[in-house]
Nanobody, 124 residues
């Protein structure tokens, strides 16, 4: 098992930046594929980004491609989401997720472990 705790959310103006962090408790962090998802008010949870175990490959939703960057530091048991050029439509609760063998990186149903979420609000 792995326990996940997100941090770094907040209020930012459109065009600004935030960096989210997700710290994992456990010795086997490097064996998990890590993902970021978000849920806006009244909407379902949607995929944002994912990164493979060693960080060799990354995947992004079209809506964030070129603006967001996912990375991980296995020595620190932490995954990051650098968010630049933020837009009001990026406003959501952001969740990190982990799974050792997700068959579909883009689907939230494939991840077994979730953090509690961190709120990101982008004002216009």
């Amino acid at each position: 098992q792995v326990q996940l705790v997100e941090s770094g959310g907040g209020l930012v103006q459109a065009g600004g930046s935030l960096r989210l962090s997700c710290a994992a408790a456990g010795r086997t962090f490097s064996t998990y594929v890590m993902g970021w998802f978000r849920q806006a008010p009244g909407k379902g949870r949607e995929f944002v980004a994912a990164i493979t175990r060693r960080g060799s490959n990354t995947y992004y939703a079209d809506s964030v491609k070129g603006r967001f960057t996912i990375s991980r530091d296995n020595a620190k048991n932490t995954v990051y989401l650098q968010m630049n050029s933020l837009k009001p439509e990026d406003t959501a609760v952001y969740y990190c997720a982990a799974d050792p063998f997700p068959s579909n990186y883009y689907s939230d149903s494939q991840y077994d472990y979730w953090g509690q979420g961190t709120q990101v609000t982008v004002s216009s």
